[in-house]
């Protein structure tokens, strides 16, 4: 079987698409700031703990009367989509498609490509897109790879505290549920999918707080409507994939703690903790390597 790429969602092979031969390993750059100082030899640098985006290569055959349908569904795309191929089927990437392509062509048959994805540093794991249920207050989850920023669900009422290592939060007057998103940066109840729901309509003359307001979240970077007229805020989330997210945002109901960071999954050994009336803590851990 030849290889192939499957972006969001959509195999290559739809469109006779396969790879011809195997990706090299493409390591990610460090992000670091410089400085310099008058007087002193050598730059003083700070290490954020980041990593630049790659480029990330596939040298593709594609059936010559297919490269067209192939190049418009590529242009298609919008923004960082899921990424995998068949050389390593354990983990994907986010990452879109920008550049122009250019298909030599091989005997009037096929078109002979090098098409360059943007992507983000992370390889994540799809073993890390599997829920773990936390039994028990004080239980361990160990990390042997990256920091991981991950997705918690908590289930309880009243006052609760949460703690992973020395990361601790508040939260006040749990209702039912609530899911704590290290990588956003948001705390939240509810994640129904809008897309069927919502329509364009015609804005003029009404107010800007009756429609909401469109941003990058500065932290994220992702894309977030926020419906004013709500209380709490009720926001509009557009994932890496183009779905428009519903969640009543609690952020307001969490209080984080010394640290004043979210908690995460350092590597090594990680305690999980909390009191108060906590029912059931769930954690997609969101595994990623480089």
Not at 143 to 165: C, K, M, R, S, Y
Request: glycine share 6%; proline share 4%.
């Amino acid at each position: 079987m030849r290889d192939y790429f499957t972006y969001n969602g959509t195999d290559s092979t739809d469109f006779g698409c396969v790879i011809e031969h195997r990706t090299n390993y493409i390591a990610p750059q460090k992000v670091v700031e410089r400085f310099n100082v008058r007087g002193r030899s050598g730059d003083l640098i700070i290490d954020t703990g980041a990593y630049s985006n790659v480029v990330l290569p596939y040298d593709v055959f594609v059936p010559h009367n297919q490269v067209s349908a192939f190049v418009n569904w590529l242009k298609s795309q919008v923004g960082y989509l899921r990424l995998e191929d068949t050389y390593d089927p354990t983990v994907f990437r986010k990452a879109m498609y920008e550049d122009e392509l250019t298909a030599d062509n091989i005997m009037a048959q096929f078109g002979q490509a090098t098409i360059e994805f943007n992507a983000k540093p992370q390889r994540y794991l799809k073993e890390g897109e599997t829920p773990i249920e936390i039994a028990n207050s004080g239980d361990t989850l160990i990390n042997e790879w990256e920091v991981a920023l991950p997705l918690i669900v908590i289930e309880g009422t009243g006052d609760i505290t949460f703690a992973i290592n020395n990361n601790t939060l508040s939260i006040a007057d749990l209702e039912d549920t609530i899911t704590l998103d290290a990588e956003t940066q948001n705390c939240y109840k509810g994640a129904l999918n809008l897309n069927n729901t919502i329509e364009i309509i015609n804005t003029e003359g009404v107010e800007e707080e009756q429609i909401g307001t469109l941003a990058l979240d500065p932290l994220t970077g992702e894309l977030v409507v926020t419906y004013v007229e709500s209380t709490p805020a009720v926001m509009y989330y557009v994932d890496d994939a183009g779905n428009l997210i519903f969640a009543t945002n609690l952020n307001t109901q969490v209080s984080l703690g010394t640290t004043k960071k979210f908690p995460v999954l350092e590597k090594g050994e990680n305690t999980i903790a909390w009191t108060g009336n906590v029912t059931s803590v769930t954690i997609t851990p969101r595994w990623w390597k480089l």
